[in-house]
DNA sequence: CGCGCTGCTATACGGTCGTACAACAACAGC
DNA sequence: GCTGTTGTTGTACGACCGTATAGCAGCGCG
């Protein structure tokens, strides 16, 4: 017996390499498992790596998924403007195109958001969550933005906001994303699709009036000042 | 010693009365401290009865949770409904009116976005909360179809899918806010009624184009049939 | 008044969690 | 080849989890 194989019993990995590893297994457990599989023991089982590796390469176990959920966003946001790119599409086109990667069936899997889940529910506790959060949101409506702003100044759109039609454009395609990934037969991807191209259509109408008003200046004014009376809205919530 | 107070250990309650005790108790929890609200322990504590009590008014405790989803889901439809209704408003006038309530201080609490963030993440691994998501959805939706259907008929209002349309602008109602409750500072709630009468606007201009593409008719026609090749988006996502 | 039904408490159990820490071993440099 | 550095392991610890169960006690009813 002891065939001598002997090989070594673990390998050691510069801490990049190995930080990066733990990061891809705990995207990986949390895509599986949600909340569940946020755990030392099931991330160094992943990783191949004892849980302890975990608290040795970050401070703490919310270090680590701040570090993975910016990651997962980034890549995300990558693979989505690439497929947007198509440099000989119009403006409107690769807007186009952009929705539909933000729809395509890979975005659409529930270990992804249930991921997304997870990540959210960190950020009111942890600020390095939070300011991953604040950090990728901005990326997400920079890129939106770049977007939109292409599509200004083309044959007869007119000028709009920048910031605030990124604003509720990417509350459109969150929140289409989130009951897709609920309840995938709520409506068909396509059917969110057409429904972002027609907030596009309206945009480049001048059919959203709010965005018309202030060239692209930040703060929104007064929004067409209540012409109701003065109280504001206080449910009584019970 | 022993003054005599002697007051009863404990009282018994109807079971019905009970059972909504610990619903409001899970929802005072989960408001207080998100997902490590939920165990027997902190939500019997929160009760002021024991942990084993639960147990024994509830199959278990995710049965709790789809009971306190579905009174926190339908109290706050009925809240920003009842907020809508003001009879001698115009269908635009109530519709505003329930963006307003939508975005008022008592749904923007971070501690009802986690408490939400809880519901969503039960949903994919516990059939019974699946159920209520999929029921409080549709009121929602119905609700929306409601005040949108008024709409409808008006002076040049154009007719649109009703269903397709109180998708989109659920969407954007929770994406919105979503992203208000994760960061209070990233728009004021004033924009966000803003954008959502933007979008009202378009609607009835007839600036949206899938809608009015088929009636009240259910599926959505293709969407306005691809114009590019025909493979789908296959995101690399690596 | 006393009895019994049953809502309710209290405890115990097996499991998983995050963290700490001492010992081990892979690999580079001499 | 030996040695020192340090990435890595394995274990131990205390805390909390959900559930099961045996027995106590409030309170309606005869």
């Not at 297994?25 to 949390?30: V, Y």
């Not at 599409?89 to 195109?97: I, N």
């Not at 001048?206 to 209540?226: H, I």
Request: a positive charge.
């Amino acid at each position: 017996m002891a065939a001598e194989e002997q090989s070594p019993k673990f390998r050691r990995a510069p801490p990049t390499v190995r930080r990066e590893a733990l990061i891809e297994a705990t995207l990986a457990c949390l895509r599986k498992h949600g909340r569940e599989g946020l755990s030392v023991r099931r991330i160094g089982a992943e990783a191949g790596v004892s849980p302890g590796l975990i608290n040795h390469h970050f401070p703490s176990i919310c270090a680590l998924v701040a570090a993975a959920y910016e990651t997962l966003s980034m890549s995300l946001l990558h693979s989505i403007r690439q497929h947007a790119r198509e440099d000989e599409a119009s403006p409107r086109e690769r807007l186009r195109r952009f929705y539909e990667a933000w729809f395509a069936p890979a975005l659409l899997d529930p270990g992804l958001f249930n991921t997304w889940l997870v990540f959210w529910s960190m950020i009111s506790h942890h600020a390095e969550v939070r300011a991953v959060h604040d950090r990728t949101y901005a990326a997400y409506r920079a890129a939106l933005e770049s977007l939109l702003g292409e599509l200004r100044g083309n044959d007869g759109v007119p000028r709009f906001r920048l910031r605030s039609a990124a604003i509720a454009l990417s509350a459109l395609l969150d929140g289409l994303w989130i009951e897709a990934s609920i309840n995938p037969r709520t409506f068909r991807p396509a059917e969110a699709v057409a429904l972002c191209e027609d907030w596009t259509s309206a945009l480049c109408a001048g059919a959203l009036p709010s965005l018309l008003a202030g060239g692209t200046r930040g703060q929104p004014r007064a929004a067409g000042r209540r012409p109701r009376n003065g109280r504001g809205p206080a449910l009584p919530l019970k």
